[in-house]
């Protein structure tokens, strides 16, 4: 018999032989040793009702159940007196928002590409409105934490209405939601200070 055949089926007998013990390994709220076939999407070593419960780390740095930890994705909405084009410069520079010109090269090849990225948009009428999207990173309990952000800096008088609003950058990642929420709206605060 052909030796990566033999490889293969050692594997997958491997794979399978955890379905009997029912101990799976998860890592950030994700089940890493659960297997699915890959054609039909079926589950292989577990019973998606009996998996145990998924576990994550709060922002204490505590093993906690994942359903605990709040909402993965918010928003927050600030009134300023800082006027919307000061609002725009110092929420742009504190968040981690970019613009065309943080590009190495606008006209070039990656460049192009991660402007057509789904999470990045550049919107602007400098005087009136702002609305920007990007990747950001916020960390929480010594861990680092990849975002979806959207932010929509409107003039409002003299001042300022901003809406922030996040997501997990990947959904298998959990974190502290209330704490993210805490860590974000401080960030703009004082961004806006």
């Given at each position: ?192 200070d």
């Amino acid at each position: 018999m052909d030796i990566k055949v033999v490889g293969v089926a050692l594997v997958a007998g491997l794979a399978l032989s955890g379905c009997a013990a029912q101990d799976h390994y998860y890592s950030n709220g994700v089940c890493v040793t659960c297997f699915d076939n890959p054609v039909t999407g079926e589950p292989l070593n577990y019973d998606p009702s009996e998996t145990p419960q998924k576990v994550a780390t709060n922002a204490e740095g505590q093993t906690v159940d994942a359903k605990s930890l709040g909402s993965q994705s918010g928003s927050v909405d600030i009134d300023s007196r800082v006027d919307v084009d000061t609002a725009y410069a110092r929420i742009k520079s504190a968040m981690g928002f970019r613009s065309p010109n943080d590009f190495e090269s606008p006209e070039s090849t990656t460049a192009k590409m991660q402007m057509g990225d789904v999470a990045w948009k550049h919107d602007r009428t400098p005087g009136a409105y702002y609305n920007l999207g990007d990747y950001g990173r916020q960390t929480l309990g010594g861990t680092r934490y990849s975002i979806l952000q959207r932010v929509q800096i409107e003039k409002s008088g003299a001042g300022s209405r901003i809406h922030y609003s996040w997501a997990p950058a990947d959904k298998r990642t959990l974190y502290d939601g209330d704490a993210m929420e805490s860590a974000l709206t401080q960030r703009l605060n004082a961004a806006l200070d």
